[in-house]
């Protein structure tokens, strides 16, 4: 199709990294350029997948030949590009709406042998089918396809079927096509997941978040590190059904939802340790402090039940209220963080031209690889000082003096107040009780019900020392915390399709919204 074509088509042309489409008037397939950072961000993962399993091919051919020199990383470009039409990776992009994001995929990765462009509904395909033409690419490898995903997948679960990578990105929950995504994923393949409920994974509906992810969430300050963690767990649990395990490789919050990138493995021995990767979160009610319960222990030989840590089965020994029990969810590391450190390294080598996000990229990967790694959820400086009515010390005091004890601790990439730590629940409460002894509360906040007050009145065993070389020192410069480029930043409404006469008329190669012709009498 050529430009003067498709410009008598009634709508916009859109150019978003090396792609262009055509988008129609009237929302029939859905575009926000909301997500041009997921898409940016999933091309960015997925390239250097393609690199990551070329090196693990050259490195298993060269054990079965014997020898132990390790790829250069211009072999494994090289094993890329020249092995794409034979052993190139196999891709299935499920919910493709306008086929933005596969045509991105197809001119900006190295590596593709095939993309499937799927959508249910009828009007997107044929919008896909536009665009695909519109690149002047062709449809023998980034393939339109009309069909239901789930019923896509599991038609592709015999090992010589499946694809390479999966990419879910739905509008909502994906739970629904995780059972067919981890059967239809190949051994070491890439399983990249949008959910966008945000209000269900945060713990409003507490009964909808256990039907979709099997885990039960609780309102609290961690709440979008909890809602990753969840989604983790669920892809997890569809995984092991199927002796298959999950690696993350990059888990983030953004905007209005969590976007997660997993390598799934068969692995009979490996699965019968996610137990011990999955948790149960046991929050006070009355203060920030938690604890988690994994489900299971490895004693060196075999696994089984843990038992139940004492201080969970009581109040909590920093204020003395209940706890209410969450989850459970993954409580194994989020990311890898040598493998976001070279994704990021892509980034600021192919900038701008690539990855129109480019600075908000670099800034998310930043942030993700900067986190604690062994440290599930995080408290919050703000969350803190509420519980002790007192006034807020500042992050770089706080990491001070969490790394003045001996604990690492870093920020969380969605929440700058946040303090991810390997510090345990008494040392950050010593921490504030030090604070506070510096700058003493008003006695009218002083109650014997309250949470604070308790926390209060309890002599702090370590003594905090706030002063010290700031953690922000030489950290690279980046856009860490973007604030939204315009208002209303968020989802948009749900894509609407064709109908009847309309879909027939467009179809047949007439524009949308053109009225049928009357027959003269």
């Known amino acids: 199709m050529s430009k003067e074509e498709a410009t008598q088509i009634e709508g916009d042309i859109i150019k978003e990294g090396r792609a262009k489409i055509i988008f129609p008037k009237g929302n029939q397939v859905f575009y926000n350029k909301v997500q041009v950072l997921n898409r940016d961000l999933s091309i960015a993962v997925i390239n250097q997948f393609a690199h990551e399993r070329a090196r693990e091919a050259i490195l298993k051919q060269r054990k079965r030949e014997k020898n132990d020199a390790v790829p250069t990383e211009e072999e494994v470009k090289a094993h890329v590009l020249e092995n794409a039409e034979t052993s190139g990776i196999k891709i299935f992009e499920a919910l493709s709406a306008s086929g933005l994001r ?55 679960r015999k090992e010589a079927d499946n694809f390479d990578v999966i990419d879910l990105d739905p509008y909502g929950s994906a739970s629904i096509f995780l ?27 507490p009964d909808v978040c256990f039907q979709r992810y099997g885990s039960v969430p609780y309102k609290v300050n961690y709440l979008h590190e909890n809602a990753l963690r969840m989604v983790l767990h669920a892809i997890e649990t569809a995984a092991i059904r199927y002796q298959k395990h999950i ?68 109040s909590c020994n920093q204020c003395g209220k209940k706890y209410k029990m969450s989850g459970p969810i993954w409580s194994n590391p989020l990311h890898d963080r040598d493998l976001v450190l070279k994704i990021r390294e892509n980034v600021v080598k192919e900038g701008v031209a690539k990855y129109p996000t480019k600075d908000r990229l670099h800034g998310l ?16 400086i703000p969350g803190l000082c509420k519980t002790l009515h007192c006034q807020q010390l500042r992050m770089d005091q706080m990491q001070t003096a969490i790394i003045n004890a001996g604990y690492k601790v870093s920020q969380s990439h969605k929440v700058p107040e946040a303090i991810k730590t390997n510090a345990p629940n008494d040392v950050i409460w010593d921490i504030m009780r030090c604070w506070v002894k510096k ?43 973007p604030k939204n480029p315009e208002a209303y930043w968020g989802p948009k409404s749900r894509a609407r399709g064709l109908a009847g006469a309309e879909l027939a008329r467009v179809v047949e190669g007439e524009p949308e919204g053109k009225k049928p012709k009357l027959d003269e009498e």
């Open 179 to 205: 059972d067919g995504a981890v059967q239809a994923i190949a051994h070491g393949g890439l399983l990249c997941v949008t959910c966008t409920d945000m209000p269900v994974l945060s713990g409003k509906d």
């Open 247 to 314: 690696v993350p490789i990059v888990s983030c919050s953004i905007d209005f939802y969590v976007r997660v990138f997993v390598r799934v493995y068969k692995s009979p021995v490996n699965v019968k340790a996610s137990m011990t990767k999955q948790s149960y979160v046991y929050q006070c009610t009355g203060c920030d402090s938690f604890h988690l319960q994994p489900l299971g222990k490895f004693n060196g030989k075999t696994y089984h039940a843990s038992f139940v840590d004492p201080e969970h089965s009581s």
């Open 365 to 380: 990967l930043t942030s993700v690889s900067e986190e604690v790694v062994d440290a599930p959820l995080y408290y919050t």
């Open 439 to 481: 700058h003493p509360i008003s006695k009218k906040h002083e109650s014997e019900t309250d949470a604070g007050t308790q926390i209060l009145l309890k002599e702090a065993k370590y003594e905090a020392e706030f002063s010290g070389k700031r953690p922000s020192a030489g950290k690279e410069k980046a856009l860490r915390f």
């Open 102 to 156: 596969s045509v991105r995929y197809w001119q900006e990765i190295a590596g593709v042998k095939s993309i499937l462009v799927n959508d249910l509904d009828p009007a997107a395909v044929i919008s896909i089918k536009r665009n695909i033409e519109f690149n002047g690419l062709s449809t023998e490898k980034l393939i339109p396809n009309e069909d239901d995903a789930t019923s896509v997948m599991y038609r592709h």
